[in-house]
Nanobody
């Protein structure tokens, strides 16, 4: 599967934005989906994950209550809706997909085989 992330941009603190992850190549519902982010000078970190059916979601503590991960399998697209954005949310955001269904590994970037190219979010204070 090929992934293409989009929707990043410049937002003021407190604002909202929605990222999209468009999938192509194979049926999207075969893959669990996650979002990761990487800020300058920092390691890539887990943001959120969603199971193949969308029935279960997981969030990093830093974004819980502010971000919402979702997916539309009919449209082959995943989303990350972000609200109450903070300057510390500034990063390049990546979507990732995996065919394995090991929920215990969903926070581990090594468990994802397919990655989008990243979309940059900048939150100004």
């Amino acid at each position: 599967v090929q992934l293409q992330a989009s929707g990043g941009g410049l937002v003021q603190a407190g604002g909202s934005l929605r990222l999209s992850c468009a999938a192509s190549g194979r049926p999207f519902n075969l893959y669990r989906l996650a979002w990761f982010r990487q800020a300058p000078g920092k390691e890539r970190e887990f943001v959120a994950a969603i199971t193949r059916s969308g029935g279960s979601v997981t969030y990093a503590d830093a974004v819980k209550g502010r971000f919402t991960i979702s997916r539309d399998n009919a449209q082959n697209t995943g989303y990350l809706s972000m609200a109450s954005l903070k300057p510390e949310d500034t990063a390049v955001y990546y979507c990732a997909a995996s065919q394995t269904n090991i929920l215990s590994a969903q926070r581990d970037p090594a468990s994802y085989t397919y990655w989008g190219q990243g979309t940059e979010l900048t939150v100004s204070s």
